[in-house]
């Protein structure tokens, strides 16, 4: 009985789309598409915004839907969509700290012109900003190159372009450098 209920109201939705029409489809799916999306997992915030988010696809492509009989199929292929597209977007997240927040714990050898940093500091005055920053978020804060490109918003091949030509830039002073100091040796 129920399943009739729902298919005319969808079939009502479909052939006259306006607001009571579309009211009474929100009243009937989308509690079931809240519970869809908490058995997946979500909380029950999120699970509602998702469902409020597939009825206003529901609202905009209705027309398109050939077959009014899978109204319901099509719904939950929506609603399927819709996980994935947020759990895409959480993938993509990348936690930040505020610059404030960070106490003036750090070694006092980070200022320091000697030692790992100062000559880390030195090496990248050789390259360009947006090098200088890969090149320290890559080798410094130890980020993958998908979290990089995650933050600059750009393609991961350009973080890994970016850091190979920084290495090749370097490579030229690097290894003057190393003729240097091994004449200084001898």
Excluded at 2 to 31: C, G, T, Y
Excluded at 109 to 119: L, Q, R
Excluded at 167 to 180: D, M, N, Y
């Amino acid at each position: 009985m129920k399943k009739v209920h729902e298919r005319e109201i969808a079939e009502r939705f479909l052939q006259q789309a306006n607001d009571e029409s579309f009211d009474a489809v929100f009243r009937v799916f989308s509690p079931q598409l809240v519970a869809f999306f908490r058995r997946r997992g979500h909380e029950n915030g999120i699970a509602e915004d998702l469902a409020q988010e597939v009825m206003l696809t529901v609202y905009r492509k209705a027309r398109q839907l050939r077959d009014h009989k899978l109204f319901r199929a099509w719904l939950f292929k929506v609603a399927r969509h819709a996980a994935c597209r947020y759990f895409a977007r959480r993938a993509r997240e990348v936690p930040t700290v505020d610059v404030a927040d960070i106490d003036d714990s750090l070694p006092a050898s980070n200022d320091s012109p000697f030692g790992p940093a100062g000559e880390f500091r030195n090496w990248m005055k050789f390259l360009d900003a947006l090098e200088c920053e890969t090149m320290t978020l890559r080798f410094i804060e130890e980020w993958e190159y998908h979290e990089i490109a995650a933050a600059q918003a750009i393609p991961v091949g350009t973080v890994q372009w970016r850091v190979f030509n920084s290495k090749k830039k370097l490579a030229v002073h690097l290894s003057a450098a190393g003729t240097r100091s091994e004449n200084r040796v001898r």
